[in-house]
């Protein structure tokens, strides 16, 4: 009788498994799904579709919203704005565009690069046709480009970091003012499902950093000779 009993409770198992593998198809089954690595976990075709209508699983959410802290390198180098994978590091009009890359599953957190004082905080775009989005290629590729230009003045010269955004998830938080002073690694803002930041440099900065490097915010030295000592 209790091997009957068992082999009844193994049935039943695998029926809710094969059940639930169903009901989600193609997406990873909640029995399965918190020993998967974050993409895999959440893929990118669900979360586009999440997009689309709105409605986002709350355990992803969570994973998203993460800010952890972070303590930055001493010294004086010019640190990662954010986190994600370095994808262009372009010179136009004397300026350095170091392009950042933001995936599904990057912390959306960006920190200050440098010390210093913050000169302005523009907001641009809203129209595919902007002008800009004929000029910068990190612009091309987006359907309407948002963005909120922050610029900080340093002892060694002026930074800008752009967090940008889309048609898709056009939401931008910056948490800094024209006028405040900000530290090297502070929080200065969030792109809410946004895919991109860039921080500007001056076209003589010394990178440390190539295309293809994933960097962290508040953490990875991106340049140097620019951060406020």
Known sequence: MIVLILQLAILASLAIAVLYLGIYFPHPSPL?????SPRKRWPEGQVRGWLANGRFQSAFLR???RDPERVPPPGGTTLAPADGLVTSAD??????YLVIALSFWDMHVQRSPVSGR???AQSLGDDFMDGEGREFVFLREKTCPVQKRLVIATDGGQVAVRLITSLAARRIETWVREGEEVERGQRIGRILLGSTVVLELPAATKLLVRV???VWAGQ????EGLAAS
């Not at 010179?91 to 350095?96: L, S």
């Not at 990875?220 to 340049?223: E, I, K």
């Open 32 to 36: 399965v799904r918190r020993w998967l």
């Open 118 to 120: 913050v000169l302005g």
């Open 91 to 96: 010179i136009q009009g004397g300026v350095r």
């Open 212 to 214: 293809g490097d994933r």
């Open 220 to 223: 990875t030295a991106v340049a």
């Open 63 to 65: 994973y998203f919203y």
